[in-house]
């Protein structure tokens, strides 16, 4: 049991009603999660506000309540805010006794893609140099050795706290962690005091979330913006989002280039012939961090995943890494033994003919992953593209015209496409416009288009096609989730 009033002087409040000199068990923000003797947080969301749900956390057992508005006819005190979010995060925190603040090295990753790799490198690396580490994003929760699913790519913030507050009770000094532009709108990391911070990239996505492109980039942004004078922020020259930054921080700014030789660091002698990335990292500019001094000099790197975009993945893992004290030889042996994370530019065949699995979620994602085919060898490219279901025609279109740009330059004049109707769930179905829009764009751009409904005939169609030396390339979002393990079980049965 914890003092009210002693959580309270984490909070700007604004009046109450009743009196506050009692003790809680615990916080909550779902009225079905409350417990005896809890404190309950009216939420606003996107979807839903939690003022509704007050009488049924009060039945539930909830002793007190922070509101943005007061409800009448609730029996428990109440305390007034302006914003019930920020009040979640600053309670949380005072909660499980600011557990980030008590770890060694907070690293906040964010981008349009690439969090998930990144934050998997990176802690790849920081586990082998002998760290205890903690692991937070898109697929799961990591504490130390025990691993939670996760619901959110960032976690609301009063459970962010709570496995904060694990990692710190386990004794994991190092936490990578996936930041989305959602949880920086929605004060999830208020309360997280970052010691490195990294902006990979930015491409159309979420915008409907954040109302433009420019409220989506805000909020990315912030993250970097509002860095402090002790950390680290790792920007990407070959992004103007990026390098834009660059002027915008407190943070101690190390920037790097794949193209760009004008940062700190450069990636020198990119061979990407098999797919899977050759390079010498150079430290073109000397850089000091924290009063650590780091000198030009190189280093071969060696990627055991495929992929343009794996290259700047792994360069921003390097620097985290660098940054930590990580020595060079333990960087490239992880990269060099790292496989990746599931349809991430994931080889799942290789044989007479190859076959790569992508999320192909956007145009940004689209670009990178189609340009890391003109840097392979290969016969000819069968693409096999499941159309990006209940996202709108806008998505669709950007996306096809993505496809279609690199389709011209890849020298390809034919796609294989899908809607895979029993493949997706009823939120994920494509609707006759966006169907009607990709073709519009295909039609356009003179590229042949073979429309299956199933996702099965459209793999088996581009494995008919394929002959020796080819690469099948399955490329999409929920629609092509299933389709490295049917393309499998029709090899098989070949």
């Not at 288009?449 to 459209?458: G, I, Q």
Request: aromatic share 6%; proline share 2%; glycine share 8%.
């Amino acid at each position: 049991m914890v003092s009210l009033k002693e959580l309270l002087t984490s909070l700007t409040t604004l009046d109450s009603r009743g009196d506050a000199d009692i003790q809680v068990s615990g916080i909550a923000y779902h009225s079905q999660k409350v417990s005896e003797g809890n404190l309950f947080v009216c939420v606003t969301g996107y979807k839903t506000d939690g003022h509704k749900y007050l009488a049924g956390a009060a039945q539930r057992g909830a002793v007190a309540a922070i509101v943005e508005r007061f409800q009448d006819g609730i029996d428990i005190p109440q305390i007034r805010v302006a914003d019930s979010r920020i009040a979640l995060a600053r309670l949380g925190a005072a909660f499980y006794g600011r557990p980030a603040d008590k770890l060694k090295m907070m690293i906040g990753i964010t981008a349009t893609n690439g969090k998930t790799t990144t934050s998997y490198m990176a802690n790849a690396i920081l586990e082998n140099h002998g760290l205890k580490t903690g692991l937070i994003g898109t697929v799961v929760i990591k504490i130390d050795d025990t691993t939670i699913p996760a619901e959110l790519t960032t976690p609301e913030s009063l459970d962010l706290q709570a496995y904060l507050g694990q990692m710190v009770d386990r004794g994991v000094s190092h936490v990578c962690m996936e930041v989305s532009s959602a949880a920086l709108e929605t004060h999830r990391v208020e309360q997280v005091d970052y010691d490195i911070v990294t902006f990979n990239n930015l491409s159309r996505e979420h915008i409907d979330s954040h109302g433009s492109f420019e409220n989506y980039f805000k909020a990315k942004s912030s993250l970097v913006r509002n860095a402090g004078a002790h950390a680290a922020a790792i920007l990407n020259l070959d992004d103007s989002y990026s390098a834009s930054l660059v002027g915008e921080t407190k943070a101690q700014v190390v920037t790097f280039g794949v193209k760009s030789r004008e940062g700190h660091i450069y990636c020198k002698d990119l061979d990407l012939s098999t797919g899977r990335a050759r390079f010498k990292l150079e430290i073109v500019k000397p850089f000091n961090v924290n009063g650590i001094d780091f000198a030009p000099g190189e280093f071969e790197v060696s990627l055991g995943v495929p992929g343009l975009h794996s290259v700047y993945n792994s360069m921003v893992a390097i620097i985290i890494a660098l940054l930590c004290g990580v020595s060079v030889e333990t960087i490239q042996r992880t990269l060099s033994e790292f496989r990746g994370v599931e349809r991430r530019f994931e080889f799942i065949h290789e044989g007479d003919f190859s076959i790569i699995d992508d999320h192909f979620a956007n145009p940004g994602n689209i670009n990178v992953t189609l340009e890391t085919l003109r840097f392979m060898d290969f016969e000819r490219l069968q693409l096999v593209y499941a159309i990006r279901g209940d996202r709108g025609p806008t998505v669709n279109r950007e996306n096809a015209e993505a496809i279609v740009e690199w389709l011209a330059r890849l020298e390809i004049n034919e796609i294989t496409a899908t809607k895979s109707i029993s493949h997706v769930t009823s939120k994920d179905k494509v609707s006759d416009e966006e169907e009607r829009v990709f073709r519009e764009v295909m039609a356009a751009a003179n590229i042949k288009v073979n429309l299956y409904d199933e996702l099965p005939d459209a793999i088996a169609h581009a494995l008919r096609q394929a002959s020796k030396g080819d690469l099948i390339l399955l490329a999409g979002c929920q629609g092509m989730d299933p389709g490295a393990a049917i393309a499998r079980e029709l090899l098989l049965g070949k």
